[in-house]
């Protein structure tokens, strides 16, 4: 899975944080509170995002209503998946992972191996 790029990632900052389906119009408008951009700009890269699959699509009447195909969180999951894959040695790539953490994170990783582990079917560690 590849980065979104600037104008992709605010669009899909909207999806995920209304959390509901939303039109052009409705984004166009939020976004040009801050910026001025073209509906036909926004209308493209949503409709980019929709054949990429980060976006689902419904017709109401005479036009098309968007939500996010997934949450902000299954979005940075499969980066991370990426990254990880990306070198040749995972040990190697997830300990300089975990030394970038903070205590916080850290603490956060520990969770959720402890919940994967909990989970029925879950392969035992060594």
Known sequence: MRRLGDLEAEIMDRFWRWNRPATVREVVDDLNRHRDLAYTTV???TTILFHKGYLTRDRD????VYRA?????AYAAALM????RAGEDASAVLLRFVE???AHERA???GA???VG???GSRPGP
């Not at 009447?61 to 098309?64: H, P, S, V």
Request: aromatic share 4%.
């Open 43 to 45: 209308t493209t890269v």
């Open 61 to 64: 009447g005479r036009i098309w």
């Open 69 to 73: 195909a997934a949450t902000r969180e």
């Open 81 to 84: 998946e990426d990254g990880l």
């Open 100 to 102: 970038g953490l903070d």
């Open 108 to 110: 956060a990783l520990r």
């Open 113 to 115: 191996l402890r919940a």
């Open 118 to 120: 909990r989970r029925p």
